[in-house]
């Protein structure tokens, strides 16, 4: 499964040098006193893997965007109008229409594009670890977001861009410009939905598993592991 390889990658935590990780651990609040360094690493790890693993993979599935109001995608402001044209002359269905298959197209990149996490993931360095650690609540998922995300964009837009034809995104959208650049006195539109979709859909992918970070860091029965509860003990 090609989030559990995700979660491999992230082992890379466990390369640190004894010393690197020594003076994360004594930087802690009460120098870490009893503290494996090692055992940060791990837990860091094992908080952004269940993340990964369970809330990402929420989003590959049928209406995991459509029917998820956290990430859903909506149309963006320039074609707000677009929307409104179309139901006012009649055409409420493939403005709905339209909309679901941004959603759609999202979903099937991101089950397409989840292996690119391997590569981009691989260059990643944790010597901010204890910042991450005893930082907000969105901390990890702020740092593997800004280290991956233009790698990420740079994989995932052709990915979206081939997603459009496979579920007829690009023929629906196609028909729907159409249709409003053909009604009088309309400002014509020529939006870049490739753009517009890719940017929603690693929107999506950082904010589930920002959700899943804020469980484990806020709330203890999420942490359904020993390793868990031992190292986000340490920010309590």
């Known amino acids: 499964m090609h989030f559990k390889r995700v979660a491999i990658l992230f082992l890379i935590f466990t390369t640190f040098s004894c010393a690197e990780l020594q003076n994360v651990v004594n930087s802690l609040p009460n120098g870490g006193v009893g503290t494996d360094p090692t055992m940060i690493a791990n837990g860091l790890r094992q908080a952004l893997d269940f ?17 998820n109001q956290l990430v859903k995608i909506l149309l963006p402001q320039e074609l707000q109008k677009v929307d409104r044209t179309l139901r006012d002359i009649g055409l409420g269905s493939l403005a709905d229409e339209g909309l679901k298959v941004l959603n759609r197209a999202a979903e099937d990149a991101v089950k397409e594009a989840t292996p690119i996490f391997v590569s981009a993931v691989k260059d990643i360095t944790f010597n901010d670890a204890k910042n991450i650690l005893l930082g907000p609540d969105n901390a ?97």
């Open 51 to 67: 993340g990964i693993d369970k809330q990402v993979s929420k989003l590959t599935q049928k209406d995991g965007f459509y029917k």
């Open 140 to 236: 990890a998922t702020s740092y593997l977001k800004s280290k991956t995300n233009s790698a990420l964009y740079s994989k995932f837009n052709p990915v979206i861009q081939n997603s459009f034809s496979k579920v007829g995104a690009d023929q629906v959208w196609t028909n729907i410009i159409t249709k409003y650049n053909s009604v009088p006195f309309v400002n014509k539109v020529n939006p870049d939905l490739t753009d517009y979709v890719t940017n929603q859909a690693l929107k999506g992918v950082y904010t589930m598993i920002a959700v899943e970070e804020k469980q484990i860091r806020t709330k203890v029965s999420s942490r359904t592991t020993t390793l868990l509860k031992q190292v986000f003990a340490l920010q309590d």
